[in-house]
Every structure is written in C-alpha cells, then in structure tokens.
Nanobody, 116 residues
Framework: QVQLVESGGGLVQAGGSLRLSCAANGRTFSSYVMGWYRQAPGKEREFVAGISGSGGVIYYADSVKGRFTISRDKAKNTVYLQMNSLKPEDTAIYYC?????????WGQGTQVTVPS
C-alpha cells in the first residue's frame, strides 16, 4: 500500500528555519507532480508549493514565495520543503501529496509551530 510519510516539523522561533521531508513508501513517485500543503487550526488545508516530476517546474503560494524552497530527490523517492524566515502564520500541520492531491494519499502530516 502506498504511503506518504512527512517528518521534520517542530517548534522554531520566528525567523528560524526547518526542513521538512516527505518519503514515499511502497511505490515510486518520481514521475508525479508533488506538492506540499498545510492546515492551520480552524482553517482549511491550503496549497504551499509544487514541483514537477523532473524538478524543472516549481511554483509556490504567494504567502511563502521567497522564503520556502521545494525540491526532490528521485533516488530517495523523497520531496523536501526548506522553510526559512518562518513566521507565526506559518504554524500548521504540513502534508505532502500529489498535485492535484490524491484523496487516499493524505498522511499524518508534521506539525510546525512558530510562536508569536
């Protein structure tokens, strides 16, 4: 069974950095467009960043542009999200999935907390 496992979240002060990882188990996702999403308390899940299968096309939500960087390692079947200059409004559970997302692929996510 295909499973996406997110990791790397934590508590970080405003202005700090974190690197999230998304490992795909059970199946290779190297040809898929992949994305990072987040859900803050009381809000709907929103798109954060996406990357094409080749890695040549990358796009971001306006709220994270210039601060976050998405990348992928095909050999490791892993997608990353480098988050710099973190803000309290970045506090959320972060998930990876295909773009557009597959309904059955949502994992547990990884919590990112940036205290105000």
């Amino acid at each position: 069974q295909v499973q996406l496992v997110e990791s790397g979240g934590g508590l970080v002060q405003a202005g700090g950095s974190l690197r999230l990882s998304c490992a795909a188990n059970g199946r290779t996702f190297s040809s898929y467009v992949m994305g990072w999403y987040r859900q803050a308390p009381g809000k709907e899940r929103e798109f954060v960043a996406g990357i094409s299968g080749s890695g040549g096309v990358i796009y971001y939500a306006d709220s994270v542009k210039g601060r976050f960087t998405i990348s992928r390692d095909k050999a490791k079947n892993t997608v990353y999200l480098q988050m710099n200059s973190l803000k309290p409004e970045d506090t959320a559970i972060y998930y990876c999935n295909k773009d557009p997302p597959g309904r059955d692929l949502w994992g547990q996510g990884t919590q990112v907390t940036v205290p105000s």
